[in-house]
């Protein structure tokens, strides 16, 4: 198994993230039973009930270069209580982010560290940019990524959708 890394948030909180692994499907499935409608829409930008056993194996069986899944978990403990993607063009130049959080840890800034996290993983895989597609309606994800540096843009064609970017 991964070792993990603690995380320390702006709130204090801590908590430890690592990359998914081929054995981690019932617990991420565990885990999405627990993320909002609203977030999971988000996440996947689709309105889903719940999170197909393909959709969990594409976040727990990737190659961990190009795509890379990482699981965040309450300190001392193998719950999940937070998740994130980063996808990369082939070039291994820009990658795309998504994340959520269990819905009773919001709050704790664990969007915020984990973010930075993703973004030094990247940053470390030399991959150039961070991209992000958000739903109009994401107000505090929209928000949080432009507090990190992020520009928005629309996206042609979907008027409900903005595309945030970061250098790296």
Do not use: W
Not at 111 to 122: F, H, I, S
Not at 129 to 136: A, G, P, T, V
């Amino acid at each position: 198994m991964t070792e993990l890394t603690d995380l320390a948030t702006r709130t204090g909180f801590v908590c430890q993230v690592r990359p998914a692994n081929d054995n981690d499907d019932a617990a991420l499935t565990e885990f999405f039973e627990h993320v909002s409608k609203d977030d999971l829409r988000f996440r996947f930008l689709s309105a889903i009930q719940h999170v197909t056993q393909k959709q969990i194996e594409q976040m727990t069986h990737v190659d961990h270069r190009q795509t890379e899944d990482f699981l965040v978990f309450a300190q001392g403990s193998n719950r999940i209580i937070g998740n994130a993607m980063l996808a990369a063009d082939k070039m291994m130049e820009t990658a795309e982010v998504a994340f959520t959080v269990h819905e009773d840890f919001k709050g704790k800034g664990i969007e915020t560290a984990l973010l930075e996290y993703v973004a030094k993983q990247a940053k470390a895989r030399g991959i150039r940019k961070l991209q992000s597609i958000e739903s109009r309606e994401n107000h505090c994800t929209i928000e949080l990524e432009r507090k990190m540096g992020f520009t928005a843009k629309g996206i042609d064609g979907d008027p409900m959708l903005v595309l945030l970017e970061a250098a790296l």
